[in-house]
């Protein structure tokens, strides 16, 4: 009987430890799945406990749930701290990664590091942030003639070198005569948008020096195996430190340098009256010396009634003829001003500067000499123009062609000298203002080993001065001696080009011969094969006859000369020595005035000098 009572609690408490074991598998099954693997791995083999025979009884199941629920909470608090190590572990790793990198870095070789520079640089590149070098071995700053010539000389006395041009312009290098000259006399109706022109001789050309592809791009300058020439445009030097070879542009960034070229060029000067005018004034003034000039320019031509030119120089005399042609096709009405009594009255004599100011008139244009701008004021739309002598000029828009003012506003910062009687910054015969800082153009004030201190503003010098300015960088250490050339076409027909120092206050002598049809730019053009006067220098020998006694030119009068000034040469005089020579309609004879203005000499008859230009030749 007892042996049957002791069976049946067995089987009660066998029973009720299955019931317990469900339980705590359906619980562990539950906290199975809110845990992640590799963990959960664990509880499914734990489950298998669930097949293992137990002795059983309530006391074994409750101990099972325990020891159950007790390892699912250390598995929890496990999991977090191994979490937390996991990460500082990783950082930990990372952090040593670095360390050993940075490490690395100081024992790379020269060219390892320039790889991953370069490489850094494409990555840069890729995302469309492009890394400007923050260190060239040569800065030109200004983006004109000069520059480029010295880019070139550069580069042709050390192909390898890596130039970095810097220009506030937002186009490469480009020639601006045919902005004034040739351009104007295109056929092309899309001239604005190409910049191509045909010159005298025919054949066609863009006004820029290189297309795009010629020059790398300043993020790629260093890292070019074989170097280069950057421009880096739409940007301004601002600061120039000499003693540290350093420039600061005007976004912040600092650029540094071996040697550095300033041909940063001139700013068009206005007129007192136009500066102290309204807005009104200002917005229909244009300062003529960029492509946006030029095209403004055109534009208006075709849509204005009339154009009013402020100045009797080159620029505003060949912009002056350029609109008077246009202007026989259409309504528009060219004006062109200025306080001389003639046209080119500085620089010509004035019974030629008469002769001239006759020629601009007959290309169509309103010639108002002796005019004195005292004010502008804009009324009922026209600009209406008082000169000093109480005469009123009504016109749409303004041309000031009044001259260049040099930019040297990198002088201050630099410690640089300025010029007080010529303007710029003063050099010496080697171009040079203070160590490695050279200046060549507009703004440079020389030393002509032959005529003395001197600044020019012409397309030739620009090239000659900046092509000397290059090879003296590259270490030529030669002076200034060349006499640079400059030249002006009144259109197809009439044009002259002058060395020296052509000054209407000098004395002068001009011999003068009946022009044939080949005395044109145009004709003179065609025969040389030249467009661009300057940029092929015809050298030759010449041999002078020379008399080493003192004698004074006697100055031919007007009258003698004849009424037509068909073509001759004009010489300008200084103590009875040449120091300046006008061609007038005679053209790739310019060695034979320079080398006259080299010797110095004194010459008994200037009309014998006259006869090595072949002015008689027919």
Not at 99 to 118: G, L, P
Not at 287 to 314: N, P, Q, Y
Request: proline share 5%; with cysteine; aromatic share 8%.
């Amino acid at each position: 009987m007892a042996l049957s009572r002791l069976v049946a609690l067995r089987l009660r408490a066998g029973h009720a430890g299955v019931q317990t074991r469900q339980k705590l598998q359906s619980t562990g099954k539950c906290l199975l799945q809110c845990l992640p693997s590799p963990y959960n791995q664990v509880f499914r083999n734990s489950s298998s406990l669930s097949n293992v025979p137990s002795p059983g009884g309530a006391a074994y199941g409750i101990f099972v749930a325990i020891a159950t629920l007790g390892g699912g909470v250390y598995v929890c608090r496990t999991l977090h701290r191994d979490k937390s190590r996991f990460h500082d572990r990783l950082s930990t790793i990372n952090s040593i990664r670095e360390s050993i990198a940075e490490r690395t870095d100081s024992s790379f070789s020269k060219e390892q590091v320039e790889f991953r520079e370069a490489d850094t640089d494409k990555q840069e590149k890729q995302r469309g942030e492009a890394v400007l070098p923050s260190h060239v071995p040569f800065l030109l700053i200004g983006g004109g003639t000069a520059s480029f010539a010295a880019a070139r000389s550069i580069r042709a006395k050390d192909p390898g070198a890596k130039v970095l041009i810097v220009s506030d312009e937002s186009d490469p290098p480009y020639m601006r005569p045919p902005l004034s000259k040739e351009l104007w006399f295109s056929d092309d109706p899309y001239v604005t948008e190409t910049l191509r022109f045909k010159q005298w001789n025919g054949k066609e050309r863009s006004i820029f020096f290189q297309p795009p592809s010629f020059y790398v791009a300043p993020e790629e300058l260093m890292s070019t195996e074989h170097g280069g020439v950057s421009v880096l445009t739409g940007k301004k030097v601002v600061h120039l430190d000499v003693r540290e070879n350093k420039a600061k542009l005007d976004d912040g960034s600092h650029i540094s340098y071996e040697k550095c070229l300033i041909a940063t060029g001139g700013t068009p000067r206005s007129l007192p009256a136009i500066e102290r005018a309204s807005e009104d004034v200002k917005l229909r003034t244009t300062l003529f010396r960029r492509i946006s000039d030029f095209r403004s320019l055109e534009r208006l031509s075709s849509k204005v009634g009339s154009i009013t030119i402020i100045g009797g120089g080159f620029l505003g005399s060949e912009l002056a003829c350029a609109l008077g042609r246009r202007a026989q096709r259409s309504n528009l009405e060219v004006i062109q001003m200025f306080p001389e009594s003639g046209n080119m009255g500085k620089v010509l004599p004035e019974y030629l500067s008469h002769w001239t100011t006759e020629k601009v008139k007959r290309e169509g244009v309103n010639v108002i000499s002796d005019a004195v701008v005292k004010s502008v004021s804009y009324k009922n739309g026209k600009l209406h123009i008082s000169l000093k002598d109480g005469r009123q000029v009504e016109t749409d828009h303004v041309v000031a062609a009044v001259g260049l003012e040099p930019n040297t506003e990198l002088a201050k910062s630099a410690g640089l000298e300025l010029d007080g009687d010529f303007g710029g910054y003063r050099v010496n015969a080697e171009l040079q203002a203070r160590n490695n800082v050279w200046v060549a153009g507009d703004a440079a004030c020389f030393y002509d080993i032959k005529l003395g201190r001197r600044r020019v503003e012409h397309h030739d010098h620009a090239v000659v001065s900046g092509r000397l300015a290059g090879e003296n960088m590259t270490g030529a250490a030669k002076p200034y001696w060349h006499q640079s050339m400059f030249w002006s076409d009144l259109g197809p027909d009439v044009g002259y080009e002058a060395i020296g120092i052509v000054d209407s206050a000098l004395p002068t002598v001009g011999v003068f011969a009946k022009a044939t049809e080949k005395d044109t730019p145009k004709r003179a053009a065609e025969e040389s094969g030249t467009g661009i006067r300057s940029e092929t220098d015809y050298e030759g020998v010449v041999q002078l006859a020379s008399d080493s006694s003192t004698v004074t030119p006697s100055l031919p009068s007007p009258a003698q000369q004849g009424d037509s000034y068909g073509k001759g040469v004009v010489f300008y005089l200084r103590d009875n020595v040449v120091v300046g020579v006008v061609l007038w309609n005679i053209f790739n004879r310019m060695p034979i005035a320079r080398k006259i203005i080299k010797d110095g000499e004194q010459h008994a008859d200037l009309n014998e000098v006259a006869k090595l230009f072949n002015i008689h030749e027919e």
